[in-house]
């Protein structure tokens, strides 16, 4: 299982970029955002990967996670910046599995 640490990322940051009090879109406004953000600066499946990741979080039948990625923004469980969960993976400290268990332990 491979985890895509920048696109969870972008989806914590931005998952409530846009707030308004008594709304009911604003996870999908969010997502808009996120997507036409993200598809400027980098790939459309990236930008698709952080708005499915940010449209999880209206926690609705519509938008049930199936990636890991969207599991975990919906579960409220990635408490570390994407370049942290990076490195110690890159230096072989901790596997994905390692640390998506960890962090269900410990939330």
């Known amino acids: 299982m491979k985890v895509d640490a920048d696109a969870l990322t972008l989806a914590w940051y931005l998952h409530d970029i846009v707030k308004k009090k ?3 879109v604003d ?3 969010s997502g808009k955002y ?4 993200c598809v400027k600066a980098l790939r459309e499946d990236i930008a ?7 449209l999880v979080t209206k926690h609705d039948e519509k938008h049930l996670p199936i990636t890991i ?5 919906q579960m ?7 370049n942290r969960l990076k490195c110690l993976m890159n230096m072989r400290m901790i596997s994905e599995e390692n ?6 332990w410990n939330s």
């Open 48 to 54: 698709e990967k952080v708005k499915k990741c940010v």
């Open 76 to 82: 409220r469980i990635y408490r570390y910046s994407g």
């Open 99 to 104: 640390f998506i268990s960890q962090m269900i």
């Open 34 to 37: 996120a997507y036409d953000t």
């Open 22 to 24: 008594n709304s009911r």
């Open 27 to 29: 996870e999908e406004r």
């Open 69 to 73: 990625e969207e599991q975990l923004v």
